[in-house]
């Protein structure tokens, strides 16, 4: 079964330290990862996705992601928090599965709280 | 570029009647819309699958007549929950994939959030 987990329900780190949200997946194939950002009421904003290539993936506001295939994971990182980063994000999959249509598979999202 | 609204983003109905959600991709074309619902604290779940023209594709376990989605063209769906209860209670948030930047992604609109009392 194709899937997404987020082992963390919540991600505590001070500002300005590094930040690691984590992800790891299970899918046939090669996989196609994003990262979201959700802001309290608000939908989902792309932050950075792996297709192909360069396993480290950067995306906006400062982040990154690093694909690793034999550990099937693509942990979300950042060298130092911002207290505005504090939001809930989610881990993502495409559903490789045939006739998914392009279906999202997401993991149930770890909220991050930077501390000022 | 790549914006996807939805309206209203929020409502409050009462139960037995019907609201009918908007979403609309501002700046392209989206072949496919995707309505989803999320709980608090929770993750999103997908409703539905929708191509302009043709009838939704339902997720397991999503009621078709209770949720009713209509993409006429390529650039709104709309979802209309019926006879609303307040387990329908929830944010429901639409995507939009399209052709933006020469590659095809899932755009997210802000949600609305529905309240049946």
């Known amino acids: 079964a194709q899937s997404v987990a987020q082992p963390e329900d919540q991600v505590n780190v001070a500002e300005g330290n590094p930040l690691t949200v984590k992800c790891t997946y299970s899918v046939s194939g090669n996989p196609y990862l994003f990262w979201y950002v959700q802001y309290p009421n608000r939908g989902l904003q792309f932050l950075l996705k792996?297709?192909?290539?360069?396993?480290l993936v950067k995306g906006s506001y400062g982040f990154e992601a690093e694909f690793n295939k034999s550990q099937t994971s693509f942990h979300l990182k950042k060298p130092s928090a911002l207290v505005s980063d504090s939001a809930l994000y989610f881990c993502a999959v495409r559903d490789m599965r045939s006739g998914a249509t392009n279906k999202l598979i997401f993991g149930t999202g770890t909220l991050l709280a930077v501390q000022p | 570029g790549a914006v996807v609204s939805q309206h209203p983003s929020r409502v409050i109905c009462k139960s037995g009647t019907s609201v009918k959600i908007e979403c609309r991709s501002l700046d392209f074309q989206a072949t496919t819309m995707f309505w989803y619902r999320q709980f608090p604290k929770q993750s999103l779940m997908l409703m539905a699958t929708s191509n302009e023209g043709s009838k939704a594709t339902y997720e397991q376990g999503v009621e078709k007549d209770k949720f009713l989605i209509n993409h006429a063209s390529l650039t709104l769906s709309t979802l209309t929950v019926t006879s609303a209860h307040p387990e329908d209670s929830s944010f429901y948030i639409c995507?939009?994939?399209?052709?933006?930047?020469?590659?095809?992604?899932?755009?997210f609109g802000p949600g609305t959030r529905l309240t049946v009392t």
């Open positions: 792996y297709i192909t290539g360069d396993n």
């Open positions: 995507s939009a994939r399209g052709r933006v930047t020469g590659s095809y992604e899932q755009y």
